[in-house]
Every structure is written in structure tokens, then in C-alpha cells.
């Protein structure tokens, strides 16, 4: 699957910050959009910039983080983005996911993440994917401690 993330950008937002972003929305991506970002609104306050074409991969290791996505109640599109350094005034998603493990795995490496809902035909499709894929691990039995007397034992 490919999808199309719609960035926007605020001009200092507050007197601290000279720009704010936000991913703003994760769409499908049929191709139509093109292969190349573009801007598509700047009123010199606001900018609004599309970045088309990114893949999306189900991969069956990760089918416990699809899980765990559909299973928050909410389940969204995971957006891994980074900033220009010598122009900070620029941002690009990097990478686009729907496992929460692996957004997990992003956080701990000290990277942006930000999420966007997932819409209904996304949501049905991951669903199967996880239907078919997913199988937890079966609860292992706990063995009593030996040395705890019966009677106190839980």
C-alpha cells in the first residue's frame, strides 16, 4: 500500500518556537498525487505540504503491533518525520507504519512520531491481516514458589 502524508507548518506559533508541525493527515495513495512534495498552501502564517507516495508493508512479525494498534480504540497511522538542520523551517515524513511496536521502537531512539486516525477501509483491511496473521502466545501456567508454604500461596 502507498499513502500520501499531508504536513502543516505553523510560523512562530509561540515566542519560543519559530516553526511548529503537525502531521495532519495519512491517506491512501492510488498515484494519483504524483511522486514529488509539493506545497499546497502558504499564506505566510500557514503552510500546508503534501508528500506522496510512501509504502506502507504488513510484515508478519510485526502482527502483534497491528494488533496492539486496533486494540487501543483508536487505531492510527504511525508517522516517523524528521527537520532539515541547516533549514529548519522544512520537515518530511520518513516513514509511515501501522505496528505500535515498531513506533515504539522509534520513540526509544529519540525520533518524532506522530499519529493520524486510521480510516474505516484501512482499519477493516489491517483487521484481516491480524486476523490471519496474529496468534498470541499462550499463557504459560505459574509454577508455585517451593519455597512459600501451600496454605500461603496465591
Same mark, same amino acid.
Given at each position: ?20 508541525? =503537525?502531521? &495532519? ?10 511522486? +514529488?512534495? $509539493?506545497? !499546497?498552501?502558504?499564506?505566510? /502564517? ?42 529548519? =523551517?522544512? &520537515? ?10 515498531? +513506533?515504539? $521502537?522509534? !520513540?526509544?531512539?529519540?525520533? /518524532? ?42
Amino acid at each position: 500500500m502507498r499513502v500520501a502524508v499531508r504536513i502543516d507548518r505553523l510560523r512562530q506559533p509561540s515566542r519560543w518556537e519559530d516553526w511548529r508541525f =503537525s502531521i &495532519a493527515e495519512v491517506v491512501p495513495d492510488d498515484g494519483g498525487f504524483g511522486s +514529488a512534495p $509539493r506545497l !499546497l498552501r502558504d499564506d505566510g /502564517r500557514c503552510a500546508q505540504w503534501l508528500f506522496p507516495d510512501l509504502p506502507v508493508t504488513l510484515h508478519r512479525d510485526e502482527a502483534e503491533g497491528y494488533y496492539l494498534n486496533l486494540s487501543s480504540g483508536t487505531p492510527v497511522w504511525f508517522v516517523m518525520w524528521r527537520t532539515d538542520h541547516a533549514d529548519p =523551517s522544512r &520537515a518530511w515524513p520518513e516513514v509511515v507504519t501501522l505496528s505500535y511496536n515498531e +513506533a515504539g $521502537r522509534w !520513540l526509544d531512539a529519540q525520533e /518524532r512520531v506522530d499519529n493520524c486516525p486510521l480510516d474505516e477501509g484501512v482499519r477493516a483491511a489491517l483487521q484481516d491481516f491480524v486476523d490471519a496473521h496474529y496468534r498470541p502466545e499462550p499463557k504459560r501456567r505459574k509454577r508455585p514458589a517451593s519455597f512459600v508454604a501451600p496454605q500461603e500461596r496465591r
